[in-house]
């Protein structure tokens, strides 16, 4: 059960959510051995609230001040027994208390060919500033918690926009840091350009992530979020590098009703260890594809790619093909949210 109340404009006082529920794993319907099945049971009780600053100011002042409380606790009934996933923090009981307050100040820039095809698309810029602290316990282990938010996006009148994102936090037990997560990343959208009848739209982004005094927290990973069909448990690291440059091409012809848009995009990531075997990884993704949606259906975004990659995690190359029927790739309507920790691996 979820009930939620987003802040979806500054006018709105009070914003909250409240979440309720009970997961388990269903019976080993395919025979898998004792050794791989997870067997497991495990509850859920996460509730927030926030308190919007600054209301009655004019149309005009767009600042804002946002007071937000959280707490969550998700424990286990039945855990996993399997040796490997008892360190795990998803297969671990969590609690926690946290508070967040936060200085935004944010406007919407009309514009299209930006994640949509064609249809008017409200881009938000501006500044989000917050400072989190709170009480968390992971994997048995208790620990106060403090960190630091930016988010900042320029919206300028010839069509492009600039995001940059810096987060910084960690834990503190026994006066020093632990689980230190440093976060910077920065992207680039360049203004729609003219391509005979149709529109051109690049993407650059850049992401680095650092992990200090690693101790319950997930090492840094690498997944199919950075590079399509790459996944491997077995590739971790304490500091990571992402680029990405993205291309699309949105075209004016229909065929049934179905705007065309072809992309192609190459992804890189970098990583670094110093306690693994290995120091330093550096993985590529060479994508090219097509998406396609007509506006009078209810399908969504249809997207259609083909990835190669020329080193795996076990220095194979391989291809790697993907389709998602409901691509939804949107900006989010909230000018703020609930208190979180830094999650670096979604």
């Known amino acids: 059960v979820r009930l939620t109340r987003p802040l979806v404009s500054p006018y709105l ?12 794993s269903s019976d080993n319907v395919y025979n898998e051995p004792d050794s791989t099945f997870l067997d497991y049971e ?14 009655n100011k004019a149309s005009s002042a767009r600042g804002r001040q946002f ?4 707490y ?7 855990a996993p027994n399997l040796t490997e996933d008892q360190e795990e923090p998803r297969y671990n009981s969590a609690y926690g208390y946290l508070s967040e307050f936060s200085f935004y100040h944010q406007n919407f820039y009309k514009t299209r060919y930006v994640f949509g095809f064609g249809r008017t698309e409200d881009i938000p810029y501006g500044i989000s500033v917050g400072v989190t602290g709170g009480y968390v316990r992971e994997v048995q282990v208790e620990r106060p918690y403090a960190a630091f938010k930016l988010r900042y996006t320029v919206a300028n009148k010839r069509g492009s926009f600039h995001r940059f994102v810096f987060q910084s936090g960690g834990y503190v037990r026994h006066e020093k840091f632990e689980d230190f997560v440093i976060q910077g990343g920065a992207a680039h959208f360049t203004r729609a350009l003219n391509v005979q009848r149709s529109k051109f739209r690049g993407l650059f982004s850049a992401e680095y992530t650092q ?23 077995s590739v971790v690291a304490d500091s990571r590098l992402l680029l990405s440059v993205q291309t699309v091409l949105y075209t004016p012809r229909a065929i049934l009703g179905f ?16 306690v693994c075997d290995y120091q330093q990884n550096t993985y590529w993704g060479l994508s090219a594809g097509l998406r396609t949606r007509n506006e009078n259906l209810i399908f969504g975004t249809i997207e259609l790619k083909a990835t190669y990659i020329p080193k795996d995690e076990y220095g194979d190359s391989k291809f790697v093909f993907g389709f998602k029927q409901n691509l939804r790739v949107k ?3 909230a000018f703020a949210t609930e208190p979180t920790l830094i999650r670096y691996n979604q």
């Not at 007071?67 to 959280?70: G, I, M, W, Y």
């Not at 992990?211 to 069909?229: C, E, F, M, Q, T």
Request: some cysteine; hydrophobic content about 45%; overall charge neutral.
């Open 259 to 274: 705007r065309m848009a072809p992309f192609a995009q190459i992804d890189m990531v970098s990583i670094n260890c110093e």
């Open 211 to 233: 992990i200090i005094n690693r101790s319950v927290a997930n090492w840094l990973d690498v997944s199919n979020k950075y590079i399509p069909g790459f996944s491997a448990d």
């Open 13 to 24: 006082r009070l914003a909250g959510g409240l979440e309720v529920s009970r997961n388990w």
């Open 42 to 55: 495990y509850k859920i009780f996460n509730s927030w609230i926030g308190y919007n600053i600054g209301i």
């Open 72 to 78: 969550f606790d998700g424990y286990y009934v039945d």
């Open 67 to 70: 007071l937000a409380f959280r």
């Open 331 to 333: 900006n989010t309507g």
